[in-house]
């Protein structure tokens, strides 16, 4: 009896599930993933709300709008250098020799900066001069041989015309004796002969002193202009060796100066830079798509430091664009400004537009650069999400154009992470 019935109990276990019981346990587990999935999005939710909807006040930064002028402006960098600078440079190739006066020395007009040794350029221009005195020469050598050329042609011509005088002559009477019947017809014509032929040598001589006077005058002509550029290469010379006296040609501070002694130096090398250290500019480089902005004319404000600022206009676009760098000069309203000082680097913000009377609000983390964007407003212990339009904008201010009242606090914050929601809570 009992292993029977536990028998059966065994052969029970192993039949198959009736159908409804399957159904029901798939419709129960069906049930219990969604009451799970529900919990989850409800703690999610929970917790959003609990922490995403509030925010801590102290951690904000908070602006006020207000009524008042913007610019829009570019940013840039900028160098200041000095207003006026007068470069030295060698006019010859030479050795430094001895350096007179060091940077920073107050230098008067004359006042000596380098020695340089112009030995070389010395013998150059004795050269040169040697070289002009033998062309020089050769000129009046050919003046001479003209002179000598010409009165021997002269001489030979002269004598031809007496020899046909005589032929002529010798003609007339052989022409006379012949009528008498003394004479032949072949003795006038021998005299006629020899007198077509004195004439044409004549007339050789004649053309051969033209030409020989003209041959001569354009090799002395040739000759005086060779002469007259070796006189302007020796005057050119002249003034570099007097411009190798390295001295100064106006007042103001040595900036730099070349004090390596023994080296040479070639022509043009810049010895020497004195500046006038009471009035600055600024060289001014951006972006090069900012080209079509930038522009002769226009205004800059040129931070100085943290706190000062100076007003200036840009003189000259430069029109070449190096390394995709576009470079302009600034003329500064207040060219001495006591904190300019040489090679400063400095900010420029260049104004591309500007408007007065507009809202606007401290520049901050919270504006990213487009034209519409929603931003919090302040209100009582809560931050409304309003939509607004950006106008002009610079390193300091924002325009904004719509939905915002001067006076209304505006969260300028970064709230990247609170985008999607209308309304936080300021804890």
Aim: charged fraction near 25%.
């Amino acid at each position: 009896m009992c292993f029977g019935t536990g028998l059966e109990i065994h052969l029970n276990m192993d039949r198959e599930l009736p159908k409804y019981i399957k159904i029901k346990r798939r419709r129960n587990i069906t049930i219990y993933s969604f009451m799970t999935i529900g919990l989850i999005v409800s703690s999610i939710w929970f917790l959003r709300n609990t922490f995403q909807n509030s925010v801590d006040g102290q951690r904000l930064l908070i602006a006020t709008a207000e009524m008042g002028p913007i610019e829009s402006t570019i940013t840039a960098s900028g160098e200041v250098i000095p207003e006026y600078e007068h470069v030295i440079t060698s006019s010859i190739q030479a050795n430094i020799q001895e350096v007179l006066a060091s940077v920073g020395t107050v230098v008067e007009p004359g006042m000596p900066i380098l020695q340089l040794d112009k030995s070389f350029a010395l013998i150059d221009y004795e050269k040169l001069e040697e070289e002009l005195k033998l062309k020089e020469n050769s000129i009046n050598k050919l003046r001479l041989d003209l002179q000598q050329k010409s009165h021997d042609l002269k001489i030979s011509d002269s004598t031809k015309g007496l020899d046909i005088v005589q032929l002529t002559a010798e003609l007339d009477d052989a022409i006379k004796l012949r009528d008498i019947g003394g004479g032949s017809q072949e003795a006038i014509d021998q005299i006629k002969t020899k007198l077509k032929k004195v004439q044409l040598e004549k007339r050789k001589l004649e053309y051969d002193l033209s030409i020989e006077e003209k041959q001569t005058q354009l090799s002395i002509r040739e000759l005086q202009l060779q002469a007259n550029i070796q006189r302007s290469s020796i005057n050119t010379m002249q003034e570099k060796l007097d411009r190798a006296n390295v001295v100064a040609q106006r007042k103001g501070v040595l900036t730099w100066v070349n004090e390596n002694l023994g080296t040479t130096v070639q022509e043009g090398e810049i010895l020497a830079r004195i500046a006038n250290l009471s009035s600055f500019k600024i060289v001014g480089t951006c972006s090069n798509i900012y080209a079509d902005q930038v522009l002769s004319g226009q205004r800059v404000i040129v931070q100085l430091n943290n706190e000062e600022t100076t007003l200036g206009t840009i003189v000259q676009v430069r029109p070449t664009v190096e390394n995709n760098v576009l470079t302009f000069d600034v003329q500064l309203d207040k060219s001495n400004h006591a904190q300019l000082r040489p090679n400063m680097r400095t900010e420029i913000f260049v104004i591309t537009a500007s408007k007065q009377n507009v809202v606007r609000v401290t520049n901050g983390p919270a504006f990213k650069g487009t034209n519409h964007q929603n931003v919090f407003i302040v209100d009582g212990e809560n931050a409304v999400s309003r939509a607004v339009k950006i106008g002009l904008h610079n390193f300091d201010y924002v325009e904004l154009e719509s939905n915002v009242q001067a006076g209304e606090k505006v969260i300028i914050s970064d709230m990247e992470r609170f985008e999607g929601l209308s309304n936080l809570k300021i804890k």
